[in-house]
């Protein structure tokens, strides 16, 4: 009788453990899955953070339809990123190349929903890159064209070679944990490319090649929007664990230190270069300093965070420079903050690994990742807006660039009284000179 009890209580401690443990996992789970959707609302939050910094850089005649290509392609993406875009990415890859499956997910677990919500959100971030680059001189159709085709291939096959773990550069150990070449590199190698095939916004350089200033109309909006993609930043790396761990706090305290090492050293370079201080220059040193730890944020001590959210902004003021030497009209610095200070941070990744720094190997993978990004992504994009161009016309007639796009692409007027006339831009009137001769 004495043995049946015991063994009865033994019996009850062990499905009690039991049911403990499930009941702890279950919980685990849970708390892994808010954790990812709340970082996905985060990282969906950037969206306005561009819009407002992407409006605010373009002049009032043209601030209603920055704001629609962005609202236009995460809604578009969205859907073409669910349909084509994640199954290519995250799908069976025997190739190494792409993804084979997990298209149109409807019935699948809720771990692979919040997974797919998450991702959705990157693949938005990288198609709304170029909007900035390209703003202003764009057709609106022709743009969500290009959206739709970066979204459905260009950035997801790329992704699958580093992010699925069948990749050919996942399995070389390639390093970017939250994105600074499979986001924001693709998205500005695209914006390269589009920049190219439209050429610069009327009146942006005189005869002599030099450039002329066309001033943001709302410098406000440009601090606003900065500070909201900062913030949505701590979702964007933090939410890349994909699970609620203590690697978090690491993750986000090198991206606030990146982000701020960043501002702080493109101020500095313009006080020795003795140039103005900037509101523009500052900001977009901030999202370079953030665009750079991107990559190496879960594998860096804080210190070498610092250097390479420093270096990062150095980057971008200078890379902004460079573009405008080769005549290049990038209208809010896309090219220099997501694809120069992107490249620089997935090597920085490579340089400061903290488990083996300044590893040769590790080096040359990750120099082996950005030209592989670089080649795939620009040349492909280089087609498709070249083709867009001969189908259909990527860009706006002089007359309506002349205008606004806000009145001739949409038939609305974000700021009525900056369009009658009264208030003018040198360089607008210059352009208008030009075109009349």
């Given at each position: 009788?004495k043995?049946a009890?015991?063994?009865?209580?033994?019996?009850t401690?062990?499905?009690s453990?039991?049911?403990?443990?499930?009941?702890?996992?279950?919980?685990?789970?849970?708390?892994?899955?808010?954790?990812?959707?709340t970082?996905?609302?985060?990282?969906?939050?950037?969206?306005?953070g561009f819009?407002?910094?992407e409006?605010?850089?373009?002049?009032?005649?043209?601030?209603?339809?920055?704001?629609?290509?962005?609202?236009m392609?995460?809604?578009?993406?969205?859907?073409?990123?669910?349909?084509?875009?994640?199954?290519?990415?995250?799908?069976?890859?025997?190739?190494?190349?792409m993804g084979?499956?997990l298209?149109?997910?409807n019935?699948s677990?809720?771990?692979?929903?919040?997974?797919?919500?998450?991702?959705?959100?990157?693949?938005?971030?990288a198609?709304?890159?170029?909007?900035g680059?390209?703003?202003?001189r764009?057709?609106?159709?022709?743009?969500?064209v290009?959206?739709v085709?970066?979204?459905?291939?260009?950035?997801p096959?790329?992704g699958?070679?580093?992010?699925?773990?069948?990749?050919?550069?996942a399995?070389?150990?390639?390093?970017?944990?939250a994105?600074?070449?499979?986001?924001?590199?693709?998205g500005?190698?695209?914006?390269?490319?589009?920049?190219i095939?439209?050429g610069?916004?009327l009146?942006?350089?005189?005869?002599?090649?030099?450039?002329?200033?066309?001033?943001g109309?709302?410098?406000?909006?440009v601090?606003?929007?900065g500070?909201?993609?900062?913030f949505?930043w701590?979702?964007?790396?933090?939410?890349?664990?994909?699970s609620?761990?203590?690697?978090?706090?690491?993750?986000?305290?090198?991206t606030?230190?990146?982000?701020?090492?960043?501002?702080?050293?493109?101020?500095?370079?313009?006080v020795?270069?003795?140039?103005?201080?900037?509101l523009?220059?500052?900001?977009?040193?901030s999202l370079?300093?953030?665009?750079?730890?991107?990559?190496?944020?879960?594998?860096m001590?804080?210190g070498?965070?610092?250097?390479?959210?420093?270096i990062?902004?150095?980057?971008?003021?200078?890379?902004?420079?460079l573009?405008?030497?080769?005549?290049?009209?990038?209208v809010?610095?896309?090219?220099?903050v997501?694809?120069?200070?992107?490249?620089?941070?997935?090597l920085?990744?490579?340089?400061?690994?903290?488990?083996?720094m300044?590893?040769a190997?590790?080096?040359?993978?990750?120099?082996?990742?950005i030209?592989?990004?670089?080649?795939?992504?620009?040349?492909?994009?280089?087609?498709?807006?070249?083709?867009?161009d001969?189908?259909?016309?990527?860009?706006?007639p002089?007359?309506?660039e002349?205008?606004?796009?806000?009145?001739?692409?949409?038939?609305?007027?974000?700021?009525?009284?900056?369009?009658?006339?009264?208030?003018?831009?040198?360089?607008d009137?210059a352009?208008n000179?030009?075109?009349?001769?």
């Amino acid at each position: 009788m004495k043995k049946a009890k015991i063994t009865l209580t033994l019996s009850t401690l062990l499905f009690s453990s039991l049911a403990f443990a499930d009941d702890i996992a279950d919980l685990t789970g849970a708390t892994n899955m808010v954790w990812l959707v709340t970082a996905s609302a985060l990282v969906f939050l950037m969206q306005a953070g561009f819009a407002l910094l992407e409006s605010g850089m373009s002049r009032s005649k043209n601030s209603l339809n920055v704001v629609m290509k962005n609202y236009m392609d995460v809604c578009i993406g969205t859907l073409i990123f669910w349909a084509l875009g994640y199954g290519l990415m995250f799908g069976n890859n025997p190739s190494g190349f792409m993804g084979t499956d997990l298209f149109l997910i409807n019935d699948s677990d809720p771990t692979s929903y919040g997974v797919l919500l998450f991702q959705t959100m990157f693949a938005a971030t990288a198609v709304t890159i170029a909007s900035g680059a390209m703003a202003e001189r764009t057709r609106f159709d022709a743009y969500l064209v290009g959206a739709v085709v970066i979204t459905a291939i260009i950035y997801p096959i790329f992704g699958s070679w580093v992010w699925n773990a069948d990749g050919w550069l996942a399995k070389m150990g390639f390093i970017d944990f939250a994105g600074s070449t499979v986001v924001h590199s693709v998205g500005a190698w695209c914006a390269l490319a589009g920049v190219i095939i439209l050429g610069p916004r009327l009146g942006r350089f005189d005869k002599s090649g030099k450039p002329r200033e066309l001033r943001g109309h709302n410098l406000t909006l440009v601090a606003l929007g900065g500070f909201i993609l900062w913030f949505g930043w701590f979702g964007f790396n933090g939410g890349s664990t994909l699970s609620a761990s203590a690697d978090i706090g690491l993750i986000n305290l090198n991206t606030q230190l990146a982000a701020a090492a960043g501002a702080s050293a493109s101020m500095l370079l313009a006080v020795a270069l003795r140039k103005p201080i900037l509101l523009t220059d500052t900001v977009n040193g901030s999202l370079a300093g953030l665009v750079a730890i991107t990559a190496g944020c879960a594998s860096m001590l804080p210190g070498y965070a610092v250097l390479t959210g420093a270096i990062g902004g150095v980057v971008c003021v200078l890379g902004g420079q460079l573009m405008l030497k080769m005549h290049l009209d990038d209208v809010v610095g896309a090219v220099s903050v997501h694809g120069f200070a992107g490249a620089w941070g997935t090597l920085a990744a490579g340089i400061f690994y903290a488990d083996s720094m300044f590893d040769a190997k590790i080096i040359t993978v990750q120099l082996i990742g950005i030209a592989a990004c670089f080649v795939w992504t620009f040349c492909c994009a280089i087609i498709m807006y070249f083709a867009i161009d001969i189908l259909m016309g990527l860009r706006a007639p002089a007359q309506h660039e002349q205008r606004g796009l806000d009145l001739s692409e949409h038939a609305e007027i974000g700021y009525p009284e900056f369009n009658t006339g009264s208030i003018a831009y040198t360089a607008d009137r210059a352009a208008n000179m030009d075109l009349q001769r």
